[in-house]
């Protein structure tokens, strides 16, 4: 079976570094990195009195590993926003957590070399776990700095909606 049925000829896998991230219906700015997708089932195992000395094992509790966004720190306060919906100081006795909007849905975009879609997973009822405002800070570092938001979340599933392009075809100019 060919690995890419709309392009046959294609034989590389999708790159990982063209993809983005959406919540409440826009586009998030500037992330910069997305960690894995995971997901683990943990075992259970388990024998009669009459069985030999060997077990049986079936699936138990799956697990949904939470998912790290970063991006280089700017005047967007996306991150920061949702992050005090989980607990914001200072806002009184009672009121630290948005109990009815903390969790948000969220779709994880990733696109071929060429820009275009080529899948997206939904991912269900994030809340942020996490939330680094700044890195550490050096005069003597060269580097950019990055904001982290580490996101819980209940489950994942590829959106089957979305289906492999056509990829496009260059030709010489004549």
């Known amino acids: 079976m060919a690995q890419f049925s709309v392009n046959p000829q294609r034989f590389d896998p999708y790159k990982n570094f063209k993809f983005r991230v ?22 259970v195992e388990h024998r009669e009195g ?23 720190v ?14 914001n100081f200072g806002s009184g006795l009672g009121a630290e957590v948005s109990l009815q909007d903390f969790r948000k849905d969220i779709i994880i ?27 550490d800070l050096d005069a003597n570092a060269n580097a950019v700095a990055i904001q982290t938001l580490k996101l819980e979340n209940e ?7 979305v289906t492999e392009p056509t990829e496009p075809r260059f030709t010489e100019p004549a």
């Open 155 to 161: 489950g994942w599933e590829r959106d089957v909606d």
């Open 50 to 72: 009459g069985d030999p000395s060997t077990g049986r094992k079936s699936p138990g509790r799956t697990k949904f590993e939470a998912i790290t966004l970063e991006r280089g």
């Open 22 to 43: 959406k919540w409440d219906g826009r586009y998030v700015a500037g992330i910069s990195k997305v960690s894995a997708l995971k997901r683990s089932t943990e075992v």
């Open 109 to 135: 975009e990733f696109y071929n070399e060429a820009g275009q879609l080529a899948l997206a997973y939904k991912v269900f009822r994030c809340w942020v776990s996490e939330f680094q405002s700044l890195p």
């Open 74 to 87: 700017t005047h967007d306060t996306e991150f920061e926003k949702w992050a005090n919906k989980v607990w």
